[in-house]
């Protein structure tokens, strides 16, 4: 019943769960339909709170290297769409930021929690997980899974 609470990421070298979610435009990202890039993905507890801003600022500092290796960053939190919108023009995210409504897709993914429990997931073209940590790990660490 807490296994939640305990949980740790999902495994590298585990196909990542499939998840269709909203982004703060109300366009519908499926991982199905990335397939063939590699895909970031850093869950993160809340908008505009200092560690969180930190986290996906240093992912748009690196979008050089983030296209570079054929990939695409979300960030997932559970808040909505007009959160992630003005936290996403607000910091000049080039990226997508998904509501994870319920914390439905951070259950699959062993991310959720009171709070989300911050991870970064790299999944690769074939829809394999290459790199999974929770913390707030270096963008190049993270980059350095993809192939």
């Known amino acids: 019943m807490l296994d ?19 982004d703060q435009d ?11 890039k590699n895909v970031v993905l850093v869950f993160y507890p809340g908008d505009d709170t200092s560690v969180c801003t930190q986290q996906l600022c240093e992912f748009r500092d690196r979008w050089t290297d983030v296209q570079s290796k054929n990939t695409v960053v979300f960030g997932v939190s559970p808040q909505g769409a007009a959160s992630h919108e003005k936290f996403r023009k607000h910091h000049h995210f080039p990226f997508s930021l998904l509501v994870d409504k319920g914390q439905k897709m ?6 959720r929690g009171l709070i989300v429990k911050r991870t970064v997931y790299l999944i690769g073209p074939d829809g394999i997980i290459r790199y999974a940590r929770r913390g707030k790990p270096d963008p190049s ?3 350095a899974a993809a192939s």
């Open 141 to 143: 660490e993270v980059l």
């Open 26 to 36: 109300g366009s519908q990202i499926s991982l199905a339909s990335l397939r063939g």
């Open 106 to 111: 951070g259950e699959a993914y062993h991310t």
């Open 4 to 22: 939640w609470l305990f949980s740790d990421p999902l495994p590298v070298g585990t196909p990542a769960p499939d998840f269709t979610l909203p």
